[in-house]
Nanobody, 123 residues
């Protein structure tokens, strides 16, 4: 059974930074694309960023220029560096593993999910 565990969330002041981590157990990241999604109160879960098996990335417009997704396959870990945070970034952030090696944008293309980590940005 593949398990994904996010960490690194918390409370941060507007303009600050956080780095989220996602660690896999019971499986590996190396052969799959990975992604971060988030869900704010009253909103649908939305795509944030994704990274393919070998490194190419894609970002939501809201994240482009501020967030950086990366992966360390040897450590079975994915990261999301978030800078210049605003209150609009407040949400539960989820990591997910895709069904294939290329970047996927639909939630249905990801078959393993973490429990989520809360990010709260104060004004």
């Amino acid at each position: 059974q593949v398990q994904l565990v996010e960490s690194g969330g918390g409370l941060v002041q507007a303009g600050g930074s956080l780095k989220l981590s996602c660690v896999a157990s019971g499986g590996t990241f190396s052969n799959y694309a990975l992604a971060w999604f988030r869900q704010a109160l009253g909103k649908e879960r939305e795509f944030v960023a994704a990274i393919s098996r070998l490194g190419p990335t894609r970002y939501a417009d809201s994240a482009k220029g501020r967030f950086t997704i990366s992966r360390d396959n040897a450590k079975n870990t994915m990261y999301l560096q978030m800078d210049s945070l605003t209150s609009e970034d407040t949400a539960v952030y989820y990591c997910a593993r895709a069904r294939g090696i290329t970047i996927m944008l639909s939630q249905g293309d990801y078959n393993y999910w973490g429990q989520g980590t809360q990010v709260t940005v104060s004004s």
